[in-house]
């Protein structure tokens, strides 16, 4: 019985053929999630007005992409309003404590993503989870309070969740391309910001990379706060004088403008 043979050549050219497929599947599986952000470091300067910053990164294709931007942080006293005798009066003071100064979490999904089988390390429930209530509060109070207090961060454009504000396409070479951005309010605070982009497949994170974006004041600002921290009482001198200076100012305009 005759077998069939094939030719040494045809066969070298299958095991290179072969050995190219097994090479794109593993760089394929080998894509690392990396981004970038742009700008990198946020200035505050005099007519600092908030700043938009853009990511661009790439990751494992097939995937769900999160990022958390997430400040230092602090411990915020707040006066609980009450009704006393019919009118309304500060009726205490709480603390929130371990809550971060800034939170930002977006996804490349219609929804905020939850993990299955373990907490999710990102979210308003991530952070409520955190965070802790001293003061004038009754147990049955502190979720209706937390809750209250995300609402009011939020109003303030410190807080925000932004679901499908991530858009990702895949590329010829295999990957994913993760494109985004995020507005800082002209009231954001000074200081290190962690930068947070995990993915998400089936409901649990398969890797993760991180960045940290200063946001710095420079300028007129930055001398104020100089001198602030480290010559108070020369910086109480200059406040009171250019509180002086401009009420003179107003004064003598507005004097003009009635006389005329």
């Not at 147990?139 to 991530?166: C, H, M, N, V, W």
């Not at 004041?217 to 921290?229: C, E, H, R, T």
Request: aromatic fraction near 8%; hydrophobic fraction near 45%.
């Amino acid at each position: 019985m005759t077998g069939w043979r094939i030719p040494k050549q045809r066969l070298a050219w299958l095991a290179v053929i072969g050995a190219a497929v097994l090479m794109v599947s593993a760089a394929k599986e080998a894509v690392s999630a990396t981004f970038r952000l742009y700008p990198e470091q946020v200035d505050i300067g005099a007519f600092f007005q908030g700043a938009e910053v853009t990511l661009k990164g790439e990751m494992p294709p097939e995937c769900d992409a999160v990022l958390e931007v997430c400040g230092p942080a602090v411990n915020e006293k707040l006066l609980r309003k009450g009704r006393r005798a019919g009118l309304w009066m500060a009726v205490g003071e709480v603390e929130v404590q371990d809550a971060p100064n800034f939170y930002l979490v977006l996804s490349s999904t219609p929804q905020i993503p939850v993990l299955n089988g373990q907490e999710t390390p990102w979210g308003f429930s991530a952070l409520k989870s955190r965070m802790r209530l001293r003061g004038a509060l009754a147990d049955e109070e502190i979720t209706r309070f937390s809750q209250e207090f995300l609402a009011l961060k939020e109003s303030e454009q410190l807080y925000g969740s932004l679901p499908g504000a991530l858009k990702v396409q895949n590329s010829p070479e295999g990957h994913a391309l993760i494109k985004g951005a995020f507005h800082l309010p002209a009231k954001i605070p000074p200081g290190q910001y962690q930068v947070r982009l995990f993915v998400v497949k089936d409901g649990r994170i398969l890797e993760q990379a991180s960045k940290t974006m200063e946001v710095k004041m420079v300028g007129f600002p930055a001398l104020l706060a100089a001198l602030a921290y480290e010559h108070g009482a020369l910086y109480g001198v200059m406040a009171a004088v250019i509180a002086v200076a401009t009420g003179f100012l107003m004064g003598f305009l507005f004097k003009g403008k009635a006389e005329h």
